[in-house]
């Protein structure tokens, strides 16, 4: 195999497969991905950093020693808040545009162990509290479906890289939908951890309650490899304590919950077709479907944002009161946005979150898992989504679907699920139960083995 646009669209088990077969070497795929990054950046903006000549070192490497690691000689990229020792970490901010970091991420260490090399680092929104791939310091993403659009965020440049070709996966975050908006944005599959799977040591944080650690790839099967890798317990993390457990029961063994309200409210025609689609292709599966009802959703966003709102507030207070001027337009709004919210609602909203989750185990009833779009429409302009009269409610529109599940730490898995009239790509999730993200794997697996949306390429840029 030597197409290069062919060896960068591998899916990583393959190229991982690949590598230790000697098929393929290590530089090859080094070399393919370069070449797509240096076509495509210009277009969609996906890096903050880029070490091509430092990844090709690390490749010759690979390729002189024995491939006996699962990810032997794979170049990967990931979202740049993850520290890296010696590294430059920016956060997608300009305060820490000349940060290096002095540890490294738990999660960067176990695929660095595992035999990843280092591509340079994605773009983020800043200090990842963004929906939408803006970014005022090091520009916005966009999206390579259409670069008028915005990409999701704030795992924005995660999003991108995977779907142009430009990383076999990458890391992202998760607190109020930043890694399924950028996957149903951008066309990719991704996963939303159960809070408390994986360790966000030395990762940098927005809220404490909410954060999650998950990857984007091109499909479920991918994201089971990366799990295998960065799941578990962390000494550094003490919210860490479950190990990877695998669930051995197949898709047709399942039953899934389709909800009669919220969700399936208000959906462009295009995302409600998709939807059903998908529905129907579960059933086909085998997958026993049943209506649902979750009647505290609208609650669970209000209570989610209330403790975001909080917590990156009171984690940015000091440098918002000493050099506000370094913060973004969109991110400084949304920052003081947070402290307008008292100390008993943020309470309140903690408070909850264990009655709520017992709320939403009990409704679930039977189901293994709760299926849903991740957006009530395509990517919109980016135009049309930045700083104005109308930030609060875009924000609000592009996310409205996200905060239930991290207010209640369970996991979900944003899956492509078709194309729009337009041309761009719509997801749907499925939300499951805590700690059941490889069930949520297993029935991503099956999903894919029956469509080939995830299979689908943006256009090459012009």
């Not at 919220?262 to 998908?278: G, P, R, T």
């Not at 944003?414 to 790509?425: E, K, Q, T, V």
Request: charge should be negative; proline fraction near 7%; charged fraction near 20%.
């Amino acid at each position: 195999m030597t197409d290069a646009t062919e060896l960068a669209y591998l899916d990583l088990v393959d190229a991982a497969a690949a590598v230790a077969a000697k098929r393929v070497s290590s530089r090859e795929l080094t070399e393919a991905l370069i070449a797509r990054i240096e076509r495509w950046q210009p277009h969609v903006n996906a890096f903050t950093s880029f070490e091509p000549e430092a990844a090709l070192l690390a490749a010759d490497r690979a390729d002189a020693s024995e491939p006996t690691r699962p990810l032997h000689g794979v170049p990967l990229a990931h979202k740049d808040m993850f520290y890296a020792a010696g590294k430059v970490v920016s956060c997608g901010s300009a305060l820490r545009a000349d940060w290096v970091a002095t540890e490294t991420a738990t999660v960067l260490e176990r695929l660095e162990a595992a035999g990843q090399i280092r591509l340079g680092a994605l773009g983020m929104a800043e200090f990842a509290y963004g929906v939408t791939g803006h970014n005022s310091h090091f520009g916005h993403a966009r999206n390579p479906w259409n670069p008028e659009r915005i990409t999701g965020g704030s795992s924005s440049g995660s999003g991108v890289a995977v779907a142009a070709g430009l990383s076999f996966a990458a890391l992202g975050s998760d607190t109020g939908g930043s890694v399924r908006l950028p996957a149903h944005f951008c066309g990719v599959t991704g996963l939303k951890t159960t809070l408390g799977l994986v360790s966000r040591a030395n990762a940098m944080p927005l809220s404490s309650t909410l954060d999650t650690i998950g990857p984007l790839a091109r499909s479920a099967r991918d994201l089971r490899l990366i799990m295998r890798l960065v799941a578990g317990p962390d000494p550094l993390d003490g919210e860490t304590g479950e190990p990877w457990r695998e669930d051995d029961r197949p898709a047709s063994a399942m039953t899934i919950g389709v909800p009669t309200s919220f969700y399936v409210e208000d959906l462009d025609a295009d995302v409600a077709s998709a939807f059903q689609q998908a529905i129907e292709t579960f059933r086909s599966l085998g997958c026993r479907i049943v209506s649902v009802d979750l009647p505290d959703e609208a609650l669970l966003s209000s209570a989610a944002l209330i403790a975001l709102g909080a917590e990156a507030a009171a984690l940015h207070r000091r440098n918002l009161a000493e050099r506000p001027e370094l913060y973004g337009e969109q991110t400084r709004a949304r920052l003081i946005n947070g402290f307008g919210y008292s100390g008993v609602q943020y309470v309140d909203a903690l408070r909850g979150r264990g009655p709520a989750l017992a709320r939403r185990i009990e409704h679930m009833g039977a189901c293994d898992a709760v299926i849903a779009p991740i957006a009530r429409f395509p990517a919109p302009p980016i135009a049309d989504t930045d700083v104005g009269a109308r930030f609060d409610g875009v924000v609000a529109a592009v996310s409205a679907l996200m905060r239930p599940v991290n207010y209640l730490g369970l996991p979900a898995i944003a899956l492509p699920a078709g194309l729009s009239r337009d041309g761009l790509p719509i997801g749907v999730q499925v939300m499951g139960r805590p700690f059941n993200d490889p069930a949520l794997l297993t029935l991503g697996e099956a999903f894919q083995s029956a469509t080939d949306h995830h299979r689908r390429r943006p256009p090459d840029p012009s």
